[in-house]
């Protein structure tokens, strides 16, 4: 990108305008953090509910201050250890912080994105910019910047392109304002690193239970297309056995995608691949990042060829495996 377009895209934002732009980790759809208004604008274009907070992304420490109200030293060692990364610290709120942005709540996610057109746009701006993924509400995250064109054309001014996201899933959500902290969703950055990091053990917002504060979003319909979608097993002679059952069992004339490890991909029949629209693959086996990066892709391909029922193969349950799955069960819960 131009310094040119760069220079436009933070002149939209400095007017109170929304930007999309790449992250490492979905697209984001940007506007001053600071800004209440330009922030409302976010939650109507993607028809999104005002109690859903939003993630402020920063470009340099500097900008903490304006953002949270304090930063404490576990803050610090992780902000030190994972950013620029998939790794949002909710902390407690600077009183500049809008409500708008925190979904009415006294804490803020912030987060630094580990690609250098957010960061270049960010520190061109001059502002923190607060960001959802840029798709309209309840659909899967956008990975390309022709997946923000569908979801948001002729809504928004200016989106960025910056090619494919690398880690393709949301970033990992932990709460330090809690006595330990919690995992409130998984992402890129897994609850094994962040336990190693910090020499303690990390709770998922499920362990911690009734006393976890919720994050918020997590309530909605997310990351679900059109068809009905059907986890099947990581394993690929079982996932191969529950493909044929599907086939066998599916109404006529019902369109079935399948999103799968290569290894299960390479066991269909000639007669199973002419029934499944798409046939996209997850990667090889035991490649959790791999699937991760291309579950939401596959889901959209699946909505364009209008199938009634998607069939998507799971991963193991660990490390980005967890984020992996976390988004395939709420797409399946739809
Ligand atoms: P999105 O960028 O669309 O993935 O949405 C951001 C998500 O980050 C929200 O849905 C929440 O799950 C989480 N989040 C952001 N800010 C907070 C906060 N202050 N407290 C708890 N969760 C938050
Ligand atoms: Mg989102």
Redesign the pocket.
Known sequence: MSGESLASAAALLRAGEPVAFPTET?Y?LGANALDAGACRRIFAVKG?PAD????VHIAGMERLRDVCAVWPPEARLLAVRFWPGPL?L?LP?QKGVPPE???G?D???VRMPDHPLALALIRTAGLPLA???A?LSGKP?PTTADHVWRDLQGRIPLIMDGGPCRVGL??T?L?LTAGSPVI??PGGVTKEELEQALGKAVMTADEAGESA??????K?RHYAPQGRVMPISADSAAAGRQIAEQLRTVRPGERVALLATDETLAGLDAAQRARLTPVFSLGGARRPAQAAARLFTGLRLADESRAGLILVQETEDSGVGSAFMNRLRKAARG
């Open positions: 979905v984001g999104r859903n907070p939003l993630i949002t909710v709120r942005v925190t979904g709540l804490t803020v996610g960001a959802p993924s798709n995250s949301e970033s959500v709460d409130l969703r504060p919720k994050a918020p979003g997590m909605y």
